[in-house]
């Protein structure tokens, strides 16, 4: 039994809804979190950037994750088509600070500790619920309707409800407010092994990105603790899902064309089966409305290129927390209140995003800091996740200039319709009409 009102209702325990929730019950308000399934629980999504550190050390999760197994994160890798390893982009060169060494992670751990350290600092987290639907009276959400596990149905109260459910993005899909990328159309396949390789010392822990021969994907190289290895391969939707075989089948064909990877694992045991995602780039033209909100997943989501899905679940629960906070201490939950973090979001996705259409379009990390050393530090910054500024900028233009002496912008922004180019070459695609510069 739980109780029936509450100043706000968290729907799901991700890191997103873990986030929000700890923030705000450490302001004294009481907040009901709803998760449907029973942790733990399987999720992908295992590499940490450093830039999550300072939200996680507004949780007082570091103590945690300094006594946990995680593996240690120093550095990310890129091996080129051609099978040339980059030199290592180690994060505490460019920012010599404790945020610059984080973590390779199991979710399932992760999650489970994030939520019961939300328990720790007062939430009341319910597992094997499921929030229905979101009650509204006229445009303002009042409340969720709920499932227990035994088929018993209640309506909770509060005054502003969080919806963190995922990728199935309850309030996404109410109000049809989802918009796939019309670039990023990819999906990936992955298992994982045990007794691959992984470097030693600083390197041991490193996220490596190789890309395939053929240039149609990438795999990614997560080594995680007690000797295990997340190894996934990532393409364009249509050459990954269609007129191929069995996921098994692609992962392997894909395998065989790419000698780092056999190199890799040469040795090792499969210890799972084969997971699948498809067209997962997508984000809402809406994260907030009259008493409610979208975070993590249920707001959007980003090619994993660059690891940024923990961190901006982190960042989005983060930001809308104070947000909530602020206008609850107003008794202010308009949407233009809980919503006022939306636009600094999107620029830092669209930031991280565009780094992403440019490693799609051929951008090379090598070639650009032989060009430009002197902006190394600048995409190490990017890697990190320091996206939420606009030193950051500087980076693009060079970019640019080394695809061709016309300096054609990555092929990518040619594919949608010309609003939809000239949006993202300007940042806007995702931000609502009012909020575009």
């Not at 830039?51 to 103590?63: G, I, K, S």
């Not at 995680?70 to 040339?84: C, I, P, R």
């Not at 979208?294 to 679940?313: M, Q, R, T, W």
């Amino acid at each position: 039994m739980f109780a029936t009102e509450a100043d706000v209702i968290v729907i799901g325990g991700g890191p997103a809804g873990s986030t929000a929730s700890t923030l705000i019950a450490q302001k004294g308000y009481r907040v009901q979190l709803f998760e449907r399934e029973k942790f733990p629980r399987f999720h992908i999504g295992e590499s940490l950037i450093p830039e999550t550190y300072w939200v996680l050390e507004r949780l007082n999760m570091l103590p945690k994750m300094r006594a946990s197994k995680f593996v240690h994160k120093h550095s990310v890798q890129f091996v080129n088509a051609a099978g040339k390893l980059s030199a290592p982009f180690y994060f505490w060169d460019n920012k010599p600070h404790e945020c610059s060494q984080t973590w390779q992670v199991v979710r399932s751990e992760f999650d489970l500790m994030m939520l019961n350290n939300a328990r720790e600092h007062g939430v009341e987290a319910h597992e094997g619920v499921r929030v229905l639907d979101v009650i509204f009276e006229g445009e303002q959400a009042v409340g969720v309707k709920l499932q227990e596990s035994n088929g018993t149905q209640r309506e909770v109260r509060a005054k502003v409800v969080v919806d963190a459910s995922g990728q199935s993005g309850l309030l996404q899909n109410k109000f049809k407010l989802r918009v796939w990328d019309p670039v990023l159309n990819k999906g990936a396949i992955w298992t994982y092994w045990q007794g691959a390789y992984r470097d030693t010392g600083r390197d041991e822990g490193a996220t490596i990105v190789i890309q395939t021969p053929n240039k149609q994907g990438w795999f990614w190289n997560i080594p995680l603790h007690d000797d295990r290895l997340s190894l996934g391969v990532v393409g364009p939707f249509d050459y990954l899902f269609k007129g191929r075989g069995s996921h098994e089948q692609t992962y392997h064909e894909e395998v065989e064309k790419c000698p780092d990877v056999q190199r890799r694992i040469a040795g090792a045991k499969r210890i799972s089966g084969y997971f699948a995602t498809k067209d997962y780039s997508y984000r809402a033209t809406q994260g907030a409305g009259d008493g409610w909100v979208a975070i993590g997943d249920a707001f959007g989501f980003l090619d994993p290129l660059y690891s940024s899905g923990v961190l901006l679940a982190l960042k989005s629960g983060e930001m809308a927390a104070d947000a909530i906070v602020e206008g609850l201490q107003v008794a202010d939950t308009s949407a233009a209140q809980l919503g006022k973090w939306t636009p600094l979001l999107n620029q830092g996705i669209d930031r991280m995003r565009r780094l992403v259409c440019e490693y799609y379009d051929g951008f090379n990390f090598g070639n650009f800091v032989k060009n430009y050393p002197q902006l190394k530090g600048k995409v190490t910054d990017l890697l990190i996740g320091d996206l939420f500024t606009d030193k950051v900028d500087v980076v693009w233009e060079p970019m640019e200039s080394l695809y061709s002496d016309e300096k054609t912008p990555p092929k990518s922004w040619d594919s949608g319709t010309p609003s939809e180019v000239a949006a993202m070459k300007h940042n806007e695609l995702f931000l609502p009409e009012g909020l575009r510069p």
